[in-house]
């Protein structure tokens, strides 16, 4: 009982970051994280969404290593 608990907790906290991460990622990092600059349509950016929330740490990472390039 509590390890479900638990796992569940744990499932609800990476998709809570997930989610947090993407829409801030998709609404003001995507540009910046692309080696070439390009612009996304409300459609694309949308689309992005789920992907981004999976992948969290992966995007995370490589903003992060956008904002640290000149």
């Known amino acids: 009982m509590i390890a479900g608990t638990l796992l569940f907790s744990l499932i609800a906290l990476y998709a809570a970051a997930g989610l947090c991460t993407a829409v801030a990622f998709v609404s003001l990092g995507i540009t910046h994280a692309l080696p070439a600059p390009m ?9 992005l969404i789920p992907g981004a929330a999976a992948l969290w740490p992966y995007i995370l990472a490589r903003w992060l ?3 640290s390039r000149p």
């Open 65 to 67: 290593r956008a904002r």
């Open 39 to 47: 612009s996304f349509t409300l459609g694309a950016r949308l689309i």
